[in-house]
């Protein structure tokens, strides 16, 4: 019987936190027949008419083909870091694991946990600004929201 791999969903908003989330995930994480999902979340006002269709469920997952296609991309209103686009293209190559991405629009955390249960994930790995208890109940924190309300055991990675 072949073994089925995990599902594991990295946030990514391409700041350094999220980078070094993934670049741990490719070194002590992800292995073979893995499937790892980048979760993208864009604020609600970013929303253009053309994607008012995935207001609640988010976009249709976008294979990692099409997060080249600056099109497809364009699109979605999201510009992918070549860094990024890197480091998936050698996991998918050289440790072949399948690249999706979602792209979300609305609140960070709740989408994020949202994705967390509908694509049932069996790990998600965040990174963290580092923001201090103070700045944390000042601005809110995406990180400590998702640890607190997410169905799956989730790892933070500090920049």
Same mark, same amino acid.
């Given at each position: 019987?072949?073994?089925?791999?995990?599902?594991?969903?990295?946030?990514?908003?391409?700041?350094?936190?999220?980078?070094?989330?993934?670049?741990?995930?490719?070194?002590?994480?992800?292995?073979?027949?893995?499937?790892?999902?980048?979760? @993208?979340?864009?604020?609600?006002?970013?929303?253009?008419s053309r994607?008012?269709?995935?207001?609640?469920? #988010?976009?249709?997952?976008?294979?990692?083909?099409?997060?080249?296609?600056?099109?497809?991309? @364009?699109?979605?209103?999201?510009?992918?870091?070549?860094?990024? !686009?890197?480091?998936?293209?050698?996991?998918?190559?050289? !440790?072949?694991?399948?690249? !999706?991405?979602?792209?979300?629009?609305?609140?960070?955390?709740?989408?994020?946990?949202?994705?967390? #249960?509908?694509?049932?994930?069996?790990?998600?790995?965040?990174?963290?600004?580092?923001?201090?208890?103070?700045?944390?109940?000042?601005?809110?924190?995406?990180?400590?929201?998702?640890?607190? @309300?997410?169905?799956?055991?989730?790892?933070?990675?500090k920049a």
């Open positions: 019987m072949a073994e089925i791999g995990r599902k594991i969903g990295v946030a990514m908003d391409f700041s350094e936190g999220s980078k070094a989330a993934l670049k741990w995930a490719i070194k002590g994480l992800l292995k073979k027949d893995d499937t790892i999902i980048i979760l @993208h979340v864009k604020q609600r006002q970013a929303l253009e994607n008012l269709i995935w207001v609640d469920s #988010g976009s249709p997952l976008i294979p990692f083909a099409e997060l080249h296609d600056s099109g497809v991309m @364009h699109g979605y209103g999201v510009d992918f870091d070549p860094e990024v !686009l890197g480091l998936l293209e050698t996991i998918a190559n050289q !440790l072949q694991v399948t690249v !999706l991405a979602k792209v979300y629009w609305g609140d960070a955390r709740e989408k994020v946990c949202e994705a967390v #249960g509908s694509l049932e994930l069996d790990s998600l790995i965040m990174g963290s600004r580092g923001l201090s208890s103070i700045q944390r109940v000042l601005m809110g924190s995406v990180t400590s929201y998702v640890l607190e @309300h997410a169905s799956c055991p989730v790892t933070v990675v």
